[in-house]
Every structure is written in C-alpha cells, then in structure tokens.
C-alpha cells in the first residue's frame, strides 16, 4: 500500500519561529511537491523536486525554502514564520512517467500565531 | 499560463446524479483529473481522462471531456452519503517536469 507521511497533523507557531514541515513517501517516487490549500483557492504549489538535491519554485514560493537530502524525503522551511501562512500544507509524490498520478499526504494544518 | 475553475459549492439528493463542472484555460493539456478529497484526509486519485479521448466511464463515475469548449465534468451516479467531499479538477501538460495545476475545488453535499 503506498505511503506519504506528513510529521505533524497538527502544529501551532508563533509569529517569526523557523518552522519545519516533513514528508515522507515510500513509493521511490522521483518528483515530490509541497502544496498549500486554501478555502477558495483550491491547491497551489509552492516547490516541487524531481531528484535528490534538485528543486524548482512553484506559483507561490515566497517565504519558504525546502530541501532534498534524500529521495524519499521532502522538507518545507518557513524560515520566519507569518500569519499569512497560516494555511493547509499538502505533500505529494508521483513516478516520473506517463500518467503524472500524484500520491498526497494527509496534510499538516499549520495556525501561525 | 494555466486556469483551472470550478464552482464551489453543489448540494444534491442521495440517490440523484451529480456533475460537477471543470473550465481549464490551457489547450496542451495531456491529462486531465478529478482527485476526491475526504474530511481531514488528503488527496486521492478518482479517475483521469487522456486529452484524446472524449468519455470515460467507471463505475458509477462518467467523465466527460468537451476539448473546443476546454470543459470537463464528473458525473456521479446514485451520489451516496460517502460521495461527500470536495472535488478537484487538473490538468496536466507535457513539459519538463510534472506539474500538475488543480482546480479550486468542488464541495459536494450528500442529503441524506
């Protein structure tokens, strides 16, 4: 059965903290993404990476960083965390191939305070 | 660049159909989605329809693909209390890498 996991369903913050988002997928999935949701706004993305140490900004890269050390993890950086960030976080994987078929985490609600 | 519109909200009868209606903007599209989003739960892959085809049909689920109008629809069959959830659309276009643009979502309320 495959498998994201996200490190935290839950997690409140405070205004300016450095914030940590984990996500991990047990497919050997090359390309991985980091997705915020909110209500209105459906899914946007944020970074994705197709290989280890490689990463590309998505629509809405502004305030965050991520890194790729090694191929099934996927890490999401608020590197001073803000209200406007307060938001539904989703991590995604897929097979490089034909269908694109993403494979999505439970999410991660983060509340910045 | 890439759109992708739906309406948000639909609320039907258990036992009637649904069709929930998708717009996207970009005329290369490869592949186009619905993923089902269940309360507290991330998304999940329902169906896809390549871009050369016109109808897909699964189960109780039927996709329809309209390439001049650039309009994709989701219909459900005899909608159960379960089929409660939000709906996304997306399309996905050939390029470098894999991106996949999403819709706004559709939330979809069963009444019992």
């Known amino acids: 059965d495959v498998k994201v996991t996200q490190s935290s369903r839950y997690l409140v913050k405070r205004t300016g903290e450095k914030v940590f988002l984990e996500c991990v997928q047990d497919?050997?999935?090359?390309?991985m993404f980091w997705y915020r949701q909110d209500p209105g706004l459906g899914l946007r993305l944020i970074y994705f990476?197709?290989?280890?140490?490689?990463?590309e900004k998505g629509d809405i890269p502004e305030g965050y960083s991520v890194s790729r050390e090694k191929k099934e993890r996927f890490s999401l950086i608020l590197e001073s965390a803000s209200t406007n960030q307060t938001s539904m976080y989703l991590c995604?994987?897929?097979?490089?191939?034909?269908?694109?078929?993403?494979?999505f985490g439970p999410g991660t609600r983060l509340t910045v305070l | 660049g890439e759109d992708v519109e739906q309406s948000l909200f639909l609320s039907v009868r258990e036992g009637d159909s649904s069709v929930i209606n998708c717009t996207y903007t970009?005329?290369?599209?490869?592949?186009l989605y619905w993923y089902k989003q269940e309360p507290g739960a991330g998304l999940q892959l329902l169906t896809y329809?390549?871009?050369?085809?016109d109808m897909k049909q699964d189960q109780r689920l039927t996709v329809l693909l309209n390439k001049k109008d650039k309009h994709l629809s989701l219909r459900i069959a005899d909608t159960q209390t379960g089929d409660s959830a939000i709906y996304f659309c997306?399309?996905?276009?050939?390029?470098?890498?894999?991106?996949?643009?999403f819709g706004t979502g559709t939330k979809l309320q069963v009444i019992p």
């Open positions: 995604a994987s897929s097979l490089s191939g034909i269908d694109n078929e993403q494979f």
């Open positions: 497919m050997d999935h090359e390309n």
């Open positions: 990476s197709y290989d280890v140490k490689m990463k």
């Open positions: 970009d005329s290369s599209s490869t592949y």
């Open positions: 329809i390549f871009s050369n085809m």
């Open positions: 997306a399309e996905s276009i050939t390029g470098g890498y894999q991106k996949v643009t």
